[in-house]
């Protein structure tokens, strides 16, 4: 490991110049300690950036109100002897003081910090093009699928139409077709909706407040009723954690969650679900896993299902858009937590949630 040397001087508040300063300042900014000395009071205007200027002075200013104890710090720019800029940390306390309890002198560390400096530039340029990359691709993947929204109901109504007003002519063949018009509309219509709801969360920063999962999981059972009843599924619901969260959002993720459970059963099984509170290893997060006994997950696939559109069946086996857990993980993301899977092809797959504790 690099040990960064750290300036050291004795700053006189009378004479606004340095009294004394260690060898490190040649090593970060390229001056002998006498040179230092030499400039005096024309030292930091010298040196200092122009932009980093009226922070300095006001940092001096906060140094003449100090307490004794006190120690403050301040980031700023330094021109090095052979034309760089350089970032300095420097942490100031009072050394001493003038009869009427004034500042007269302080002492303070610099140490450099440009590499750090640097990264951090580096990590928030990385975040910002993040942040206009996501927005691009919301605003594209919104329009596209709110401009297919309109074909796709005039598609329905016409065939509505047809249906009206010339069912009665229609031999059974063209019934038939015409009903399979239909429910192909209707699934474009549901796609549409839920490549909508997609775009809706990508980059969006939600506020997060405590949120009790049991009263999430309850609305979701509200919302499934029709679904539970049809397949005569038990759902076994054991108290839940209160997280950190967007109480909508985290509805849309167990909406998600359960919906699958119910879809992806075994035709010949009954369904049974479970939702369980899981104990963690990592001490801020809550884990909830929902648990089912439906066709399960080969292994091999279980990266994949996380992803946008990436399905396992066909339509017409289980109906859907490959879009549920694509929004169930970046949901979960977006709350500083993540979602796993465990499932046993023919037995049942569970998906457990970790997410933070208030
Ligand atoms: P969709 O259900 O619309 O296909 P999802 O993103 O929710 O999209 O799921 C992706 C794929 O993961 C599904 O097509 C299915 O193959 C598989 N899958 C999801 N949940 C389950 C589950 N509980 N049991 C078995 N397979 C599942």
Not at 39 to 47: F, H, K, N, R
Not at 296 to 309: A, L, N, Q, T, V
Not at 319 to 344: D, K, W, Y
Request: charged content about 25%.
């Amino acid at each position: 490991m690099q040990v960064v040397p750290s300036i050291i001087y004795v700053f006189n508040q009378n004479t606004q110049s340095n009294e004394y300063t260690n060898r490190s300042v040649g090593d970060a900014m390229g001056y002998t300690q006498q040179e230092v000395l030499d400039m005096g009071a024309a030292l930091i205007p010298t040196i200092c950036h122009p932009d980093d200027l009226p922070r300095v002075g006001e940092h001096f200013e906060r140094i003449r109100g100090l307490d004794d104890d006190d120690v403050i710090s301040l980031e700023y720019r330094v021109l090095h002897k052979d034309g760089h800029w350089v970032w300095l940390l420097s942490q100031d306390t009072v050394f001493d003081r003038n009869e009427d309890g004034t500042v007269r002198r302080h002492i303070g560390t610099a140490t450099e910090i440009t590499r750090q400096k640097d990264a951090e530039e580096k990590a928030l340029a990385g975040t910002r093009s993040a942040a206009a990359a996501n927005e691009e691709l919301r605003s594209f993947a919104y329009s596209i699928s709110h401009d297919m929204k309109s074909p796709a109901n005039t598609l329905k109504m016409l065939l509505d139409e047809i249906e009206t007003v010339h069912g009665l002519g229609l031999c059974a063949d063209a019934h038939e077709l015409l009903n399979l018009a239909r429910q192909t509309v209707g699934r474009m219509t549901a796609r549409v909706e839920q490549v909508l709801d997609y775009t809706r969360l990508i980059g969006r920063k939600s506020p997060h407040v405590s949120v009790p999962l049991d009263r999430v999981v309850a609305g979701v059972q509200k919302d499934l009723r029709a679904e539970i009843k049809a397949t005569g599924a038990r759902l076994d619901i054991a108290p839940l954690p209160i997280v950190m969260g967007n109480e909508t959002e985290l509805r849309v993720l167990f909406q998600n969650l359960l919906s699958n459970a119910l879809k992806y059963r075994d035709k010949d099984v009954v369904p049974d679900i479970k939702v369980r509170s899981i104990v963690g290893t990592i001490s801020d997060l809550e884990g909830v896993a929902v648990q089912d006994n439906g066709i399960g997950i080969p292994k091999e696939s279980h990266g994949r299902i996380f992803e946008m559109f990436k399905r396992l069946h066909v339509d017409e086996d289980y109906p859907g858009v490959g879009l549920g857990l694509a929004i169930c993980r970046r949901i979960a993301l977006a709350h500083g937590g993540r979602i796993e899977v465990t499932s046993t092809v023919g037995k049942g797959t569970t998906f457990t949630v970790w997410l933070r504790r208030p």
